[in-house]
């Protein structure tokens, strides 16, 4: 009994050298990644999926978050595979000595008794899962996991690893396919399901092995029942839910501006955009079915801001990409530089009334005009004469914008386009007068912004699509007041057929060769533009805005609101008058030219042209005098010949040969000459 007490001092120096040796065994394992690849995912501004990207192999393996999951999963999981796993250290002594026990009585593999750290572990490395060497590095693992991270951190990786079938891993990646939903909330007959799944994951797919998924299900549900986690009404009720037959395709909304936020910053695992899934997957639905009775070529791409915040809130960049994609869906028009047509008008006549160029109420006139070799025509060949600068905007007419951009100048109509907010490309780097009709090149992105401007009171509104992404600074374009007069006009032009009169404010263009339509419109709140065409430029005969475009960006407000949000009142220095109460320069636009102009009705000398060449006029010749008020007095060179003349047609006597200056002069004291050359 005296060598009692030396042996127990012996036994227990051999436990703690031992012990201390297990703990550097544990301490000194070598752990695998455990940061592996997971999907690239593109969130809404609500966290929602828009799409994610499979990682190396082609897996779809999704991150998955403890609190992301129903607790119900976790538990019947739990329940089913390893219901001591909160308080074991990583190794369940209990199910390993019975899985051993098995073994032994059986010669085979029964059970495994791995705990689902061992399982993670296995997972995690891809160690053998049947034979004891492979257990043995498993459970070395699973303690060295026990050791260093905490329980939920080995839960997260398992519901990130784990196999569910095919090129599944992960519970997200499970439940988007299996069921088409985020994991937060499942049913008991999804729960388990998916509890059965990483088992056998390819032998229990409930597409191909449908029997196979049942039994497995089954299993864990009556596991579950067993264990009190499930009620018998639940269970039941489970076991007559039949399984899915077939997976569902993964998210894939917002197509192009994902790429676009993946090529911008490839770094990120997960982007955050200001997109609402719910608006982009109703209107890339309008896409297709705006394109249904439009030749195969064209395409289609819309825009919606909240122009408050500069956010995007929808992006289509085209109505997707088909098989044989002969509307070239792959290219995000939303970003394309096209020919903008008549939609810069309404920034020509802001920018007018701020010079004082001009006022809604001005009288304008609608005539042939030539500026230089450069003769502009309206769409349908036609004048209208002198009209209100606000007929002129609403009838998009071509001549009267023509002429104040001239007084302009179109430096000065491409600098406002960048102060707002847009990038504009003119063909040869020199801006003309054309730039105004669509002579320059655009995105519809760019138009959205600067129709984002007008309802903030003429100040830029830089779009943004990333949340917490940096916006450019604002600048003021024009002052409130002329913003308010083009909400104005604006707002009180007719829809489109079949659409309500809302008060949306819209303006429609058309390039040039029918290769562009558009649409863009804005409320108090919110932006929006709609383009239609070919992506590869070449032209659409027939194709106008209002009659193709227009209808799109009414659809696109009544899916965005039941009701439009109010425009503005105007400012208080808003001057809101008929013509006649306008200060006498703004009640008719002559140009800063006019001083030196000839009035519409003033005399003239309609025949012979000047310079004209004169054969046989030795004897006399004959005048033609418009617009005068008779009597009539005519000069050959600078001495009277004629008086009291009360007839249009004026016979002029013998002037002799060569040059002569013919002068008339009216009742009024109007006059107009011509030089001719009398042979």
Request: glycine share 10%.
């Amino acid at each position: 009994m005296r060598f009692l007490p030396g042996f127990l001092v012996l036994a227990l120096l051999f436990v703690a050298g031992a012990r201390d040796a297990f703990d550097k065994w544990v301490e000194t394992t070598e752990l695998p990644n455990l940061l592996a690849d997971t999907s690239v995912e593109v969130v809404d501004r609500n966290g929602l999926l828009l799409r994610a990207y499979t990682v190396e192999g082609g897996l779809w393996r999704l991150g998955a978050g403890y609190g992301e999951v129903d607790s119900l999963y976790i538990d019947v999981l739990l329940a089913y595979e390893d219901k001591r796993f909160w308080d074991h250290q990583g190794v369940d002594l209990r199910a390993l000595l019975r899985a051993a026990a098995q073994s032994l009585w059986r010669g085979r593999v029964v059970s495994g008794g791995s705990t689902l750290t061992m399982q993670v572990a296995r997972l995690i490395e891809d160690s053998g899962t049947g034979s004891w060497g492979g257990k043995l590095r498993q459970i070395r693992v699973a303690l060295a996991l026990e050791q260093r991270l905490k329980k939920r951190e080995i839960l997260e990786l398992y519901l990130t690893h784990a196999p569910f079938g095919g090129n599944l891993e992960g519970i997200r990646a499970a439940t988007l396919s299996w069921f088409g939903k985020e994991p937060q909330r499942l049913t008991a007959a999804e729960v388990g399901l998916l509890v059965a799944l990483p088992q056998s994951p390819n032998a229990r797919r409930p597409d191909r092995h449908t029997a196979a998924a049942v039994d497995a299900r089954e299993r864990v549900l009556r596991r579950a029942e067993e264990a009190g986690v499930l009620d018998q009404e639940s269970v039941a009720g489970a076991l007559m839910t039949p399984v899915p037959r077939g997976r569902r395709a993964f998210p894939s909304v917002a197509m192009h501006l994902a790429d676009r936020a993946l090529a911008e910053t490839p770094e990120l695992q997960r982007h955050e955009v200001t997109l609402d899934r719910a608006l982009q997957t109703s209107l890339e639905a309008l896409a297709q079915d705006a394109l249904r009775g439009l030749e195969a070529r064209v395409s289609i791409a819309m825009v919606v801001a909240d122009h408050t915040s500069g956010e995007i809130l929808a992006s289509v960049g085209s109505a997707g990409v088909t098989g044989a994609d002969a509307r070239q869906g792959f290219i995000d028009m939303t970003r394309a530089k096209r020919s903008p047509g008549s939609t810069l008008k309404p920034l020509v006549y802001g920018l007018s009334f701020d010079r004082g160029l001009a006022h809604p109420e001005t009288m304008i006139a609608d005539r042939p005009t030539r500026f230089g070799r450069y003769a502009p025509q309206n769409f349908d060949g036609r004048f209208r004469g002198e009209l209100r600068v606000r007929e002129a905007l609403a009838q998009s007419l071509n001549i009267p914008v023509v002429m104040l951009t001239d007084e302009l100048g179109p430096a000065n109509l491409m600098a406002a386009m960048r102060a707002a907010g847009m990038a504009p490309e003119v063909p040869g780097g020199t801006a003309g007068l054309a730039v105004a009709l669509g002579g320059v090149g655009v995105s519809l992105e760019e138009l959205v912004t600067l129709y984002a401007m007008i309802p903030q009171g003429g100040v830029s509104t830089p779009l943004l699509w990333k949340i917490g992404g940096n916006t450019s600074q604002r600048q003021r374009v024009m002052s409130r007041s002329a913003a308010w007069h083009l909400g104005d006009i604006l707002s009180d032009i007719a829809p489109p057929a079949g659409a309500p009169r809302s008060g949306l404010a819209y303006k429609t263009g058309t390039s040039y060769g029918h290769r562009d339509t558009w649409a863009i419109g804005f409320d108090g709140r919110h932006v929006a533009g709609v383009w239609i065409g070919r992506p590869d430029g070449t032209p659409v005969p027939g194709a106008f805005g209002a009659e193709v475009a227009a209808p799109v960006l009414f659809d696109v407000f009544q899916r965005l609101k039941p009701t439009l949000d109010p425009l503005s009142a105007p400012p208080p220095e808003t001057l809101i008058v008929n013509t006649a109460q306008l200060p006498e320069p703004l009640q008719k636009f002559r140009g800063r030219n006019a001083v030196f102009e000839s009035a519409a009705d003033a005399l003239e000398v309609a025949f012979p042209p000047e310079g004209a060449r004169l054969a046989n006029a030795v004897g006399g010749m004959t005048l033609k005098v418009k617009n005068a008020v008779y009597p009539l007095t005519v000069l050959a060179n600078g001495a009277p010949v004629v008086s009291g003349v009360r007839r249009s047609d004026v016979t002029v006597p013998t002037v002799g040969r060569g040059s002569a200056t013919l002068t008339v002069i009216d009742a009024r004291g109007q006059s107009d000459r011509i030089t001719v050359w009398v042979d």
